[in-house]
């Protein structure tokens, strides 16, 4: 892709409209991304061949450049000129250099865009200003969630930034999107339950998994239920599974001597190629499903090997091998070569129409003949894009991939062929488990009986048990970097996207720590002796309640009065921490500097005499010895992960008591000052009294 890549280099001396001309010639005939033949005036692209997307199977990718009124209809309407060739060229330019397999967003921003420009009379990009953005940006706050309008509203502030970098519109622009990115840190409340609702399998799909894979008998069911079961055993994207290949499993021992079972896998977004070990709880139920999709997959196998090794031949199976000696066959063994089950004559003429098998009236035959070599040229020809590669970025092949079937077999209607194979798709897996069965389409609880408790049909996502196992994960007190390197990231940041703790499973953390003192540092792990109540009775009634902050949780109870710190969570009694939260310890770390920062300057400023400066320079003071002892603890390798640190020595003082302290302080001052400012004569005669 980079050696297709061509810079385009705006000209000061010329307008924007000049700039624009040449941007958009030079990517209709100059650049070969998505391909040489490019049809660059059609109103949509197909571009499967360039970008590959694992697990969507046959999957064609394509790019439509309709406007946002009409993006969803049967009869979609092209943009109008000159902006849609501005949007083809954009689109084509950045997948060289920045490239996407899904340029989706970047598609919905420039529809954004095109219906301000329409919405002001014209569609001419060079005349896209300040205003025109924002109306963007308002379509897109209004046309979809949050989450998605964030990523849609950077988009646009990229073209935004593009446009004018490159001198492709009338004025200059420094526009930045005012879509912000939605707060998730909030635990607590119906929002918070309904967000976690959405990423989370329902308590009812978690119930109804573990039964599916003991009661499962139909093959799809099987393969369906085991791919859940290795879901839950590690947080997997799914196109990760589907990339497993058949010999995946890795045995080996720990240092202890005990086994170890685990699985090789491919991380789907740029961690390098590792070994998940799974926990010995779930390595038997692992090994099961392993074992289960290795029997319902390995025919489709079978079938790979054969076209692997002769690539221009029909594969048959033992019983019907008789069958190359002939150079015609009838419909009726047309029906048996290319499928298991029970078709009638006409399925298979309909088969040869479609496939364009020349249908033949053989002398003195009293039915409809083909030739042998047709029927193979157009089974071979429909052989998956890629064969015999499945995925070619992991040098993964058909033949030795764990999760590949027979074409139709897993499609509730269709009758499966003998002699073809597909590989598995995500939306398959999806509709196994429920995603889909709002539309009618049957899952696999649907088929085995498991329903929700009020009657309505489980639905789960492959990626919500991503989700699940990271929560859990996080409530176990797993350090960042190791959730990261279990879910396959580079970049621990990306962890809380993943992070559902809700406010109860904090408080539960924190309550257990409380007493002892090997999980809890600080205040609570030193109980008093003779307490007249249970160690669980006095953890309830001293932490009734937790939310985060930015270096860890608070438990004040806000039911009882408003925050008297005023969010200066370092310096409050009421503020714990935990270890392993590695973005929460650089927020300490970067606190510590700031702090330290900001005393430098109050010291400087009480060295200038500054009035109250000295009174900040204590403060910042006592920050950085908090900062200090805290960012200690965290760094102790005595002190586990998952610990809960609370720090010790820091005064109760209210707002109250620092108001009537503070207005003593004044009382003084004026005191004195009207003293200096007394004549002669009465400080001597208040003297004398």
């Not at 709002?438 to 489980?458: K, Q, T, V, Y």
């Not at 992070?499 to 904090?506: E, Y």
Request: proline share 5%; glycine share 4%; with cysteine.
């Amino acid at each position: 892709m980079a050696a297709d890549v061509v810079f385009f280099t705006p000209k000061a001396e010329v307008d924007a409209s000049a700039n624009l001309s040449a941007f958009i010639a030079m990517c209709r005939s100059q650049l070969t991304i998505f391909g040489v033949d490019l049809p660059f005036e059609d109103a949509v692209w197909d571009v499967t061949d360039a970008v590959k997307l694992k697990g969507h199977g046959k999957k064609r990718v394509r790019i439509s450049f309709s406007t946002q009124e009409t993006v969803d209809a049967m009869d979609s309407v092209q943009m109008a000129e000159p902006f849609v060739s501005f949007a083809k060229a954009y689109v084509r330019y950045m997948q060289g250099m920045r490239p996407t397999k899904n340029p989706a967003f970047r598609v919905t921003a420039l529809r954004a865009l095109d219906a301000a420009l329409r919405e002001c009379g014209h569609s001419d990009p060079v005349r896209v200003d300040g205003d025109t953005l924002n109306r963007a940006a308002r379509f897109i706050a209004e046309r979809f969630a949050e989450t998605t309008a964030y990523r849609i509203g950077a988009q646009l502030e990229m073209i935004a930034a593009f446009m004018s970098d490159h001198r492709l519109t009338a004025t200059r622009l420094t526009w930045r999107s005012p879509i912000k990115r939605p707060r998730d840190s909030v635990r607590v409340g119906q929002e918070f339950d309904r967000r976690r609702a959405e990423k989370m399998p329902s308590l009812a799909a978690l119930e109804a998994l573990p039964k599916a894979f003991q009661i499962a008998t139909q093959p799809k069911d099987e393969l369906f239920s085991s791919i859940a079961a290795i879901l839950c055993s590690a947080p997997d994207r799914i196109n990760e599974v589907l990339l497993l290949a058949a010999n995946c499993e890795v045995h080996d021992k720990t240092s202890s001597g005990k086994d170890a079972y685990g699985l090789k896998w491919f991380p789907a977004k740029g961690a390098d190629p590792t070994v998940k070990w799974i926990i010995p709880s779930m390595a038997p139920v692992v090994a099961e499903a392993i074992a289960r999709i290795k029997r319902v997959t390995q025919d489709a196998r079978q079938i790979a090997r054969w076209y692997e090794s002769n690539p221009r031949t029909l594969y048959l199976p033992p019983e019907l091998e008789h069958f190359r000696c002939q150079e015609f066959v009838t419909m009726e063994e047309v029906r048996r070569i290319l499928w298991l089950e029970t078709e009638n004559s006409n399925s298979a003429r309909q088969w040869c129409t479609l496939h364009g098998v020349p249908l033949l009236k053989l002398p003195g035959a009293r039915v409809l003949n083909v030739r042998l070599a047709d029927v193979e040229k157009a089974v071979v020809d429909q052989l998956p894009a890629g064969f015999p590669a499945l995925n070619a970025e992991i040098g993964l092949k058909y033949s030795d991939a764990l999760i590949v079937v027979r074409r139709n077999e897993l499609h509730p209607n269709k009758a499966t062929f003998r002699c073809a194979i597909d590989p598995v798709t995500i939306n398959q897996v999806n509709t196994a488990l429920g995603a889909r069965s709002e539309h009618g389409f049957d899952s696999m609880f649907d088929r085995l009986g498991f329903r929700e408790p009020d009657g309505s049909a489980i639905q789960v996502t492959t990626h919500q048990f991503r989700h699940y196992l990271n929560t859990l994960a996080q409530a176990g007190g797993m350090s960042q970097l190791d959730i990261a390197k279990w879910s396959g990231r580079i970049d621990i940041r990306q962890n809380e996207a993943y992070n559902h703790v809700s406010a109860d499973q904090m408080v539960a953390k924190i309550r257990q720590s409380i007493g002892d003192e090997s999980q809890m540092f600080g205040p609570l792990a030193r109980l008093p002796k003779n307490i007249p109540i249970s160690r669980d009775e006095f953890a309830r009634l001293k932490i009734p309640t937790a939310h985060t902050t930015d270096f860890g949780f608070c438990v004040h109870d806000y039911t009882m009065m408003p925050c008297e710190q005023n969010a200066d969570c370092i310096n409050c009694n009421e503020h714990v921490c935990v270890k392993g939260d590695d973005h929460k310890a650089a927020m300490v770390r970067r606190r510590l500097a700031e702090a330290r920062d900001l005393f430098a300057r109050a010291e400087a400023a009480t060295a200038d005499g500054y009035y109250g400066a000295e009174r900040w320079m204590e403060h910042h003071q006592k920050t950085i010895e908090r900062l200090t002892q805290l960012a200690a603890i965290l760094d102790d390798a005595s002190v586990p992960m998952g610990a809960v640190i609370q720090l010790s020595g820091i005064p109760t003082v209210t707002r109250i008591q620092q108001a009537l302290e503070d207005r003593g302080s004044l009382d003084g001052k004026l005191s004195a000052n009207l003293l200096d400012n007394r004549p002669p004569a009465l400080l001597e005669r208040v003297s004398n009294d």
